[in-house]
């Protein structure tokens, strides 16, 4: 009876927890905020909203509602590190759930999930073996999502498309430069020996994944300011102990918050992961690690 006992008990926690976090925590958006050092001493504050991996559905209105809210904070500056879409017709929210947002100077790249839909996998896959295109991802297939039209609908209203290429954005008399590549995921980066504009007042990378190969070029060239996102902070982590895996090839210990990157010889860059907005579709679950968005505060 003990040995029934405990199986029908822990059955029950299993449950629990999975409706816990399908029904729940999913939903339970958090903004997380962080002081980040990187401009000359004397600055003004900038402020930064970091938006990533929305996986939107037609369906998601409270996400929509949620993101619309987040123009009260007042951000400078907006950095979108991809996967916005998870379905063919995600557009439209999409577009709604930005379009207060959209009037604030952003950048964007894209993630896998806005080329591609979704498609069912294993999730113990990720667990195991590596990830990207290397380790054998559903990629040679035709890119099914609207990203060509969500790509227009963001720089008709102003954002900096930042894929394999270097821009700048101007605010408040400030003059930032931007590297950013397409989805390291997918293998479609394209790194340059290009280094960091030490004219400018502050040099960002932005990349969707963050792969070591991204974050060791860019801390070697000088940027003070790394942006990713892709690795849903771990999505079911284990509570006290954290993501058990990343979905690339960045430690764990890194799979979501503000930290440093650093490749022997050069000074340290500030890596801030963004543990996204949602899920993948096929697993619509999130476990000790709450859908976010992050603000954050540059200073000298």
Known sequence: MRARDALLASTALG???????????????????????????????LRVLHLSDAHM???????????R???????????NTGDNLSHADALPAVLNAYEP??????????????????????????????????????????????????????????????SNRHDEVTIDGRRLSFVGVDDPHLEYDELDEVPADRSSDLAIGVAHA???????????????????GH??????????YGALSTNCDLDTKRAKGLHTHRVTGHEPSWLHVSAGLGTNRTVPVRFACRPEATLLTLTG
């Open 69 to 79: 809210s987040l123009t009260a904070l007042e951000p400078d500056l907006v950095v």
């Open 101 to 162: 947002l959209l009037d604030v100077p952003g950048v964007f790249v894209f993630g896998s999930n806005d080329y591609f839909s979704p498609v069912r996998k294993n999730p113990l896959r990720y667990l195991y073996g590596g990830s990207g295109v290397a380790a054998g991802g559903d990629w040679n297939r035709e890119r099914d999502l609207p990203f060509e039209q969500m790509r227009a609908a963001f720089t008709s209203r102003g954002w900096v498309d930042l």
């Open 57 to 67: 559905l037609p369906s998601h209105g409270r996400k929509q509602a949620w993101l």
């Open 231 to 240: 690795t849903h902070g771990g999505q079911l982590c284990v509570p006290f």
């Open 15 to 45: 449950l629990g927890a999975v409706a816990w976090g399908a029904v729940v925590e999913v939903h339970a958006f958090a903004l997380r905020q962080f002081t980040v050092p990187v401009l000359a001493p004397g600055s003004r504050p």
């Open 210 to 228: 963050p792969y070591l190969r991204v974050l060791d070029r860019w801390n070697s060239l000088g940027y003070p300011l790394i942006l990713a």
